[in-house]
RNA sequence: GCGGAUGUGGUGAAAUUGGUAUACACGCCAGACUUAGGAUCUGGUGCCUCACGGCGUGGAGGUUCAAGUCCUCUCAUCCGCACCA
């Protein structure tokens, strides 16, 4: 058949359409496969990220279905956020229309690829129905105290009038306006991600089978755990009467509490209460004042880059052991929200104590030092070594006595073991418009109540001024009036909507609501959930992947799903590069989806993106390589001249086939094999579709019709997942589509009188024989002396190695 | 600095358990058909060598009858985190 895949892929696109081929079937007594890709921003238009993504996901999706798997493959459109704002403000579109025209626009890009995705289960998360849903659980939230209220340091433009998240403060300046930023204290909302962190990092132990490894260890480092003592560092009486009898003590954190005696500072961070404390009182002189006032300024970022710096605040605490006084400092390099905010120094066994104590002249005290061999006193000994001069602890592992001093601390109730993570509470408020509003209510004597569940969804105004200044939300007067929910007096809304993280942490769960116009049920999730093979780019390794297994497990305390984690197995998908970078409209490297189909079709774009790379590698786009499945194609489409249309697979007898004959049916099976292979484990899809081409390679020496057809039907099965509109078509013509089903690999094909194998003499590949499949050893053995006799003269075999159908191995000596 | 990944022909890449390295494709070369070819088909194509043969999976060692694969060290590139006490 010519090859004409414009006229094709439209007839099987519309036939899919009419005939509502890929919904779910309510049989849930069926073994069932939740196949999902991330759902995509409605940026506009497509790019090659997203056609590898679906592809993959697609292939899955297909592949699934012929095994006759009830299969789930949803999409839908992650449509709150930024860009529509920013839209909005340069060009006077409304966001709302410019994000649901987008989501048309690309709509008919992804149908134009032929993806089997389910068209009833689609939704856009800023529709009111997803609105209406989300703000159920969000209430829930609220009132089990999940989500809180409370002052948090965020990145603010005076200019704007708005929060930045810290992805959008470039050099300390705002993105847009180019304004230097300030640190703003303001009231967020925030979710406890905290309440979970163990949770979290406990049940990566059941995601390490279906996950790969760098996105665990991405997410285990994320969350940060550490162990260690924290305890209370109390100022001298002279020190306390000199902060006004305002501070007794201050907390420190440490994980290397063998190092206790080694302490010669104390260093506070530049925002600690006491600091501050200090410079409203004017305890300090002008000089440390405006030194520490500079340090403030400087942002989390920018500190990170800065040399170390500080200054002595001439206040004392008395060590917890030694009874010595210690002077304390503020220096710039202590982080505000880790731990209490200040640090034990131990300028002797710490690289960043040991820089600071240099520059100002500070005591380095050592206390451990190597099992053998000397201390380097020019720098900080940071590896485990012997204590001493460390009283009782004398002589101790530094590693193993760490346990002994904190319940020496414990002990003496001057300390305790304490457990830091690194991962703190989400804050999701956002000073925008395009974005789900928090349904709460301020009312000046009940405070801050939940709107009533029957009056959800809060929607969003239509008639808004975006401006690029300010919240929108805030400055419409009729839409923030309101009365509360619990005494019915005058009240105003919440402003603030949720970060659109929120939207993206549980969409996977509405896809299985079996009536999608209800919120999913428990039902729903028990049959459909986990996702089976969620794709997606490594860059959500740690976002989104954390923050949706967050909501897993506290949509299951709600009562809401009985689920613990979301993604059972996980496929990162490399980039799409050109000239070896990612392609990026600032480069000028991209490749438009839609010119490439008008050109080739969906079929040579989806099966050139599954060939030229395993999916988790990044892959190097190739307009020859392009040009090369489009032929592999066009040749598969006329050779299915060679197949004889039939219902059903042809009996062949395989001991009456030519040699040709039989290695083209071997080939056709070890196809169908790796097909399988992949799917359930390996995921290289490329080297499944070098396998057809083998086959058909093989196919090609022969010409026997009932191998021709026989090869179809399995081919035609095979490729389908990959290129589907082809394969319809010719299944159809040629098979009734009777093939498109599950096909039992036929073992016969493989067995052979015969093996080749190889000879080697020492190890070095030198002759190959074939022998019968039932000779013995000794036989074989024969045949190979016989072929590798040119290099076995005059030499004595010492030893004789035959791995059976592989090679024989010759061991000779002089 | 810490963590992770990758390194194989001219190129994208195969090699599933340690067992004949380079499957499949792109490119290139030659030939056929052709007025012509950037179409199609056939054959060839790791490197060195006229050949015999030798060398060859980033590099150096090691284990083994046998190493791309296992071990030790090392180099390069990419990615993530980055003063987390």
């Not at 001493?388 to 601390?409: C, L, P, W, Y």
């Not at 013995?776 to 010492?798: H, P, Q, R």
Request: contains cysteine.
């Amino acid at each position: 058949m010519q090859y004409n895949p414009q006229l094709i892929e439209k007839k099987w696109q519309n036939f899919w359409n009419d005939n509502r081929s890929f919904e779910t079937d309510s049989d849930t007594t069926k073994e069932k496969k939740y196949i999902l890709s991330m759902f995509p921003y409605p940026s506009g238009r497509i790019h090659m990220g997203h056609v590898r993504n679906y592809s993959i996901g697609d292939a899955f999706a297909r592949y699934y279905r012929q095994n006759n798997y009830n299969v789930l493959h949803p999409i839908g459109w992650d449509s709150f956020g930024m860009p529509a704002e920013n839209a909005a403000i340069k060009n006077k579109v409304h966001p709302k229309k410019w994000t649901y025209e987008n989501i048309a626009y690309m709509e008919k890009e992804l149908g134009s690829l032929g993806f089997s995705f389910s068209q009833e289960r689609k939704f856009a998360t800023s529709d009111e129905l997803y609105t209406k849903f989300e703000q159920e659980f969000l209430i829930d939230m609220f009132d089990k105290g999940i989500m809180y209220r409370k002052k948090g340091h965020l990145n603010w433009c005076p200019n704007d009038l708005t929060v930045l998240a810290n992805e959008q403060v470039i050099d300390g300046k705002c993105w847009r306006c180019d304004t230097e930023i300030v640190q703003k204290e303001m009231f967020q909302y925030y979710l406890k991600i905290s309440d979970y962190t163990q949770e979290l990092l406990d049940d990566l132990e059941q995601l390490k089978e279906g996950w790969p490894s760098q996105v665990i260890t991405m997410q285990e480092n994320w969350i940060g755990k550490s162990t260690g003592l924290e305890f209370d560092l109390h100022f001298s009486d002279e020190s306390k009467a000199k902060l006004k009898n305002e501070f007794e003590s201050f907390d420190v954190f440490t994980t290397r509490p063998d190092t206790i005696y080694g302490v010669t500072y104390s260093a506070l961070a530049p925002e600690h209460p006491i600091v501050n404390h200090m410079l409203k009182e004017n305890l300090l002189d002008d000089d440390s004042a405006t030194k520490i006032k500079a340090m403030q300024r400087v942002g989390a970022r920018d500190r990170a880059q800065a040399e170390k710096e500080g200054v002595a605040l001439n206040i004392e605490v008395i060590h917890p052991l030694t009874g010595k006084s210690i002077p304390v400092w503020v220096a710039n390099f202590v982080l505000t929200d880790y731990g209490s905010g200040a640090v034990m120094a131990v300028p002797a066994h710490d690289d960043r104590d040991f820089d600071f104590a240099t520059k100002y002249n500070l005591d380095i005290k050592a206390v451990i030092k190597p099992k053998d061999g000397e201390l380097d006193s020019s720098k900080a000994y940071t590896e485990v070594g012997v204590l001493f001069d460390s009283e009782e602890f004398n002589g101790e592992n530094s590693a193993t006595v760490r346990q002994k001093i904190m319940d020496h601390f414990e002990a003496k109730e001057i300390g305790k073991k304490v457990i830091n993570f690194r991962l703190k509470d989400w804050g999701i408020s956002r000073q925008r418009y395009w974005g789900a509003p928090l349904p709460l209510i301020h009312c000046d004597s009940c405070g801050i109540v939940p709107e009533k569940k029957e009056n959800l969804p809060v929607g969003l105004p239509d008639d808004v001024v975006i401006d690029g200044e300010g919240n929108p939300l805030e400055k419409h007067e009729s839409w923030k009036k309101c009365k509360c929910s619990k005494c019915g007096a005058d009240a105003t809304r919440e402003t603030d909507t949720v970060d659109t993280f929120i939207q993206s942490s549980w969409y996977f769960l509405q896809y299985v609501a079996s009536n999608p116009k209800k919120v999913f049920t428990k039902e729903d999730v028990a049959y459909w959930m986990g996702v089976d093979h969620y794709v997606g780019g490594i860059e959500h390794a740690i976002l989104h992947l954390l923050y949706s297994r967050f909501f897993t497990k506290v949509l299951r305390d709600l009562g809401y799903v009985d689920l613990d984690e979301p993604f059972k197995k996980l496929l990162t998908q490399g980039m799409v590069l050109k000239d070896g970078s990612k392609m990026s409209k600032s480069k000028g490297n991209t490749v438009d989806p839609d010119s490439l189909i008008e050109k080739y079709g969906a079929d040579t774009a989806r099966m050139f993106i599954l060939f030229a790379a395993p999916p988790t590698q990044e892959l190097e786009w190739n307009d020859q390589g392009v040009e090369g499945s489009y032929k592999f194609l066009r040749r598969f489409s006329e050779k299915s001249e060679n197949a004889v249309a039939q219902e059903t697979l042809p009996k062949i007898d395989h001991s009456a086939l030519s040699k040709d004959e039989k290695f083209a049916r071997k080939k056709v099976y070890e196809a169908l094999q790796r097909s399988n292979e992949v799917f359930s484990e390996r995921y290289t899809f490329n080297t499944m579709i070098a396998g057809v081409m083998e086959a058909m390679n093989a196919l090609n020496t022969q010409s026997n019709s009932d191998v021709w057809s026989e090869g179809y039907w399995v081919l035609l099965s095979v490729m389908e997942p990959i290129a589907p509109h082809l394969c319809w078509e010719l299944s159809e013509n040629l098979f009734k589509r009777n093939n498109l089903s599950k096909i039992e690999v036929l073992e016969e094909v493989f067995s052979a009188d015969s093996v080749a194998m190889g000879v080697s003499i020492n190890g070095k590949a030198r002759a190959q024989i074939e022998v019968g499949v039932n000779d013995d050893k000794e036989t074989i053995l024969a045949i190979a002396k016989e072929a590798g006799s040119k290099w076995l003269e005059n030499k004595e075999i010492i030893k004789e190695i035959v791995v059976p159908n592989k090679l024989v191995n010759f061991v000779v000596k002089g």
